[in-house]
């Protein structure tokens, strides 16, 4: 049988035991972070270096077998996970974990794609440094997915996407070729930025296996508050007052039904006495002590209640009325996401107009970096037959206002068939001509990020 063939091939390169053909073993591959989006691999295999990726992707070439690459596996657009037609090679970049000396002189680290998030935090630490991007999966996310994704997560205020914080990657592409890209020199003007088309494009044009990061200074100094406001509006502006400060490192945002989510959910006390329509947790770090400038602009308006934490595990509490939105909500069902970014003036104007929209179609909870306007638009208990509706027109109303209709999640297979909203027919068709560049065949994820002319195999994807 063919299965079998590949099979073998690719245990010749990667050794049976990281071959994982048997439906328990492949299981935790198949199936995205909340339960939405679900497959069936036709093997998974997990290589160990880059040049057993390279091999791997060879032979699938070789086989004509798509291949969808996946890191930690917490993607939340289906953009990791294979579609249930069993045709699909799961490629997991989780054993491609080695971190490299750390280059205290240019302050750049090479990593390979399977490290988790939490692990270069801690590594980079010890050298006085840290990685600008951190985002609630950090005990779970790789750079891989990260880069992949082009993930943004709660510092882009300060630090920029993951892309700003790229030097430059070394990738496969879908015939085996390896492309390095890792010198991470500040000045290079030798044609085609390869590292930037890789960043965010989802595994489609090659998989990513190690990547040059740059790192920045550890701030010793750091204080968050947790401030509660009377609107969204609030809000806005004192996030545009906040602005001001160099420090400012982290302004994201949640609201009272939220709030109580979380707190049922996790049995966390709350934080304050009563509950407030919206809820802005900050953070700012520097060299020298923030606190005082913060306070200087807590005070003029001053919030309803504000708590205010400096040491280290009081922040992570207050952080965690933020962090732990994700999980909570999906121990209430599986949601539909939807990750937008919409300008901060249209911003309260969408969201007062959402139940209208929504129609009461679903149960929304909106939380998130309300320094970029994005909001993550969480809807549960949308009846199947609403889903695409639903979707479609929020979506339609986020590119109306001049949004984006991925913020920071990605296209994956969620958004693929959308992406005329955000990107004009020129730019689709230099997207093809891009991806048929580099993989004639269509082999690495198809499905994702790109829409299929015929979607038939992505038809009854969903879990439920
Ligand atoms: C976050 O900001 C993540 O915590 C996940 O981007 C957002 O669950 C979500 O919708
Ligand atoms: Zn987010």
């Known amino acids: 049988m063919e299965t079998d063939r590949l099979a073998q091939r690719l245990s010749a390169v990667v050794g049976p035991a990281h071959v994982l053909s048997a439906p328990a073993l492949r299981a935790s591959y198949e199936t995205d972070f909340t339960g939405r989006y679900t497959g069936r691999a036709r093997l998974v295999v997990r290589p160990a270096d880059t ?68 692990d270069l935090h801690r590594q980079v630490a010890s050298h006085g440094l840290e ?89 010793p100094e750091r204080v968050t508050a947790l401030v509660a406001l009377d609107s969204l509006d609030s809000a806005i502006d004192l996030v545009s007052r906040l602005r001001t400060l160099d420090s400012l490192e982290l302004a994201e945002f949640f609201m009272a039904d939220g709030l109580a989510l979380v707190l049922d959910k996790s049995g966390l006390p709350a934080p304050f006495r009563t509950a407030h329509p919206v809820y802005l947790l900050v953070e700012c770090a520097g060299q020298r002590d923030p606190a005082q400038e913060l306070f200087d602009v807590l005070d003029k308006p001053g919030p309803l209640e504000t708590a205010v934490a400096l040491r280290g595990a009081d922040r992570r509490r207050l952080a965690a009325y933020r962090e732990r939105h994700t999980e909570s909500i999906n121990a209430e069902g599986v949601p539909l996401k939807l990750d937008v970014t919409v300008p901060l003036a249209e911003l309260p104007g969408f969201v007062a107009g959402l139940p209208v929209l929504l129609a009461g179609r679903a149960r929304p909870y909106l939380f998130g970096h309300l320094a970029e306007g994005n909001l993550h638009v969480n809807l549960l208990d949308v009846a199947a037959a609403d889903e695409e509706a639903v979707t479609g027109q929020v979506l339609e109303r986020v590119a109306a206002l001049g949004g984006s209709i991925s913020a920071e999640h990605g296209v994956g297979r969620a958004k693929s068939r959308y992406l ?39 038809a009854g994807h969903h879990a439920r």
Request: aromatic share 2%; with cysteine.
């Open 51 to 118: 040049a057993q990726v390279a091999e791997v992707l060879r032979l699938c070439h070789q086989a004509a077998a798509p291949v969808v690459p996946q890191g930690g596996n917490t993607g939340l657009v289906g953009g990791s996970v294979p579609t249930p037609a069993g045709t699909q090679v799961v490629l997991s970049l989780r054993r491609l974990d080695g971190i490299d000396p750390v280059d205290t002189a240019v302050r750049q680290v090479t990593v390979g794609a399977g490290v988790v998030l939490s």
């Open 420 to 458: 005329h909203l955000s990107r004009s027919p020129a730019e689709i068709a230099v997207m093809r001509s891009v991806k048929s560049a580099l993989d004639p065949a269509g082999l690495l994820n198809p499905g994702t990020l790109l829409p299929r002319a015929v979607d038939a195999s992505a």
């Open 131 to 219: 990685f600008g991007v951190d985002l609630a999966a950090r005990d779970s996310a790789t750079l891989g997915g990260m880069i992949a994704t082009n993930a943004g997560g709660e510092r882009v205020v300060r630090y920029g996407t993951t892309r700003a914080n790229v030097a430059g990657v070394e990738a496969v592409l879908a015939d085996g070729t390896v492309l390095d890209r890792l010198a991470g020199l500040p000045k290079d003007n030798t044609g085609y930025d390869l590292t930037n088309l890789l960043v965010g494009s989802e595994g489609t044009l090659g998989v990513v296996t190690r990547a040059r990061l740059r790192l920045v200074p550890q701030l």
